[in-house]
């Protein structure tokens, strides 16, 4: 009996069940009718040091479906509340996940491996526990195309059909997505504890995020400031990081943010084609607050919901508290506008940082906003420009309506990188490395989905080969780099899951 680990494909410890019991509510994944696996993502799987081919053996898929759990697994349901749409609800919880544990991955570092659309759990009220494949399938690829770009995020380990229909608009496939996660612990899940005025578990809640994200702070005069700030450098990193690719979350509930910086809960989240700042796609954000601009100022509000719950653990006197957590929001936004500009600076090609270049990328954008030009190829197709106007241009200049737009802003352009001491053809490799040529497309995403739908998986494997490594050409799938044409634009995303 001391070989059935090998065959095993998951080996879990369960330091999240071993917290006080108020932080989980055990949960099985229930069975489902007939599992088929999709995919499992293999790179993935080597990374996180687990045997790929044990996970597509019936043994594996009966993991991924939920029908079996590894030896030693302690499936829970973890507990959280949060702010949705800024109207706090106290009891949120995995309704639809279940945490089957954690492993270590290859390079020593503890990832949860969690069920998504695993059935039901005592948090899930009046939901079905479960996912539709469409919402699972696009969490997939959107957190493998994070990935692609080097966006910290959940990750997808693998996708499997459950051969069960679930009712949302209309009835539709059932999914379940293997997902991994440095963990899932999110602002909402301090927010639970304070809220009920358990500062204990609060206190146990930090000491476990510093302990297994954030060791470094230990040591730290006061290690729950430090924490705050760390949470907070992530957060604004995270979101600029966001920014400069054009990725709206959609639901930037506190419950939606993670305490380890990661993209977490993809559902009505998308790319925009062409720059528009006040770009919603979600079909729930009515009001806009969770629009494409919105978001860093949206990070310092979940930001300040979390200093609230950490308050009674600052300073015993609870101005000094207060003060202590302000500052850290206000150096958010520094941090964010740092990360940020540096960013803009980077695809525009300067590799030197001068007064006038923030603006000059600022000037670009409003130009790509009046002009209706692709985000994405505008920054890409940059790279292609020489030091001087000639035929080059014609690839950015026929992204704006107006392609003569452009030339005014590139003349300024040239007379900036005139100053710089790197040359073009170091500044085209520079710039390639940070403008991908491939993004999530929202129509690559539906018709992914709507193939899927009828059993033809090739255009999900074409679209996940190109945003896995989005900063390469890949000839063959051109295409996929092409923003939609008018009838193909999505203007709605939702969250259905
Ligand atoms: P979200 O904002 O989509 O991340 O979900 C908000 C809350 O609703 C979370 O507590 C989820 O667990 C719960 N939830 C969403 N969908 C379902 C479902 N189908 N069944 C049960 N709970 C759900
Ligand atoms: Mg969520």
């Not at 704006?400 to 170091?426: K, N, V």
Request: hydrophobic share 40%.
């Amino acid at each position: 009996m001391t070989e059935t680990a090998a065959a095993e494909p998951f080996v879990l410890d369960n330091s999240y069940a071993r917290l006080p019991s108020e932080f989980h509510a055990r949960a099985m994944p229930t069975a489902v009718a007939a599992a088929r696996l999709i995919r499992v993502n293999r790179p993935l799987a080597v990374q996180l040091g687990l045997d790929a081919q044990a996970l597509e053996s019936p043994a594996g898929l009966d993991i991924l479906a939920g029908n079996r759990v590894p030896k030693g697994a302690e499936p829970l349901a973890m507990a959280y509340a949060g702010h949705q749409f800024g109207n706090f609800s106290p009891v949120l919880g995995d309704g639809r996940a279940v945490l089957l544990g954690e492993i270590i991955d290859r390079n020593g570092a503890r990832r949860d491996i969690q069920l998504k659309g695993a059935g039901r759990t005592p948090f899930s009220s009046r939901g079905d526990g479960r996912a539709a494949l469409g919402p699972v399938i696009r969490e997939y690829v959107v957190s493998e195309g994070m990935a692609g770009l080097g966006i910290p995020t959940t990750r997808a380990l693998a996708m499997v059909a459950t051969g069960e229909p679930v009712l949302r608009m209309r009835a539709e496939p059932g999914g379940v997505l293997t997902r991994v996660a440095a963990s899932h612990v999110r602002v909402g899940t301090f927010e639970y504890f304070y809220r009920q005025g358990n500062n204990e578990a609060v206190r146990a809640l930090a000491d476990y995020v510093i302990d297994r994200h954030y060791p470094h702070v230990a040591d730290a005069d006061n290690p729950y400031h430090a924490l705050l700030e760390e949470v907070a450098a992530r957060t604004a990193d995270l979101i600029a990081q966001w920014l400069l690719v054009g990725f709206i979350h959609g639901v930037m509930n506190t419950d939606n943010v993670s305490i380890a910086g990661e993209t977490i809960d993809y559902g009505p989240c998308a790319f925009m084609d062409n720059y528009k700042p006040a770009t919603v796609y979600s079909s729930i954000d009515r009001g806009g607050r969770y629009a494409y601009n919105q978001q860093p100022g949206i990070g310092q509000w979940n930001l300040a919901r979390f200093a609230e719950c950490l308050l009674p653990l600052l300073d015993d006197d609870e101005e000094k508290a207060i003060a202590q957590a302000q500052a850290v929001l206000e150096r958010y936004i520094e941090r964010f506008e740092n990360t940020y500009h540096d960013g803009l600076a980077a695809k525009i090609g300067l590799q030197e940082r001068r007064e006038g270049d923030t603006e000059l990328a600022y000037d670009l954008l409003k130009c790509m906003a009046e002009q209706g030009a692709d985000f994405t190829l505008t920054f890409r197709h940059l790279a292609d420009l020489g030091q001087a106007s000639d035929s080059r241009d014609d690839g950015v200049r026929a992204l704006f309506d107006d392609p003569a737009a452009f030339d005014g802003w590139a003349a300024r352009w040239r007379q900036r990188l005139a100053e710089e001491t790197r040359d073009d053809a170091a500044r085209r490799v520079a710039m390639r490395a940070v403008n991908p040529a491939y993004i999530p497309r929202n129509h690559r995403i539906q018709q992914a989905i709507d193939a899927a739908e009828d059993g033809d998986y090739q255009p999900l494997e074409a679209l996940l080969a190109v945003v896995a490594r989005p900063f390469e050409d890949h000839p063959e799938l051109a295409d996929y780099a092409r923003p939609p044409a008018p009838e193909e634009v999505v203007q709605r995303t939702f969250c259905g899951t």
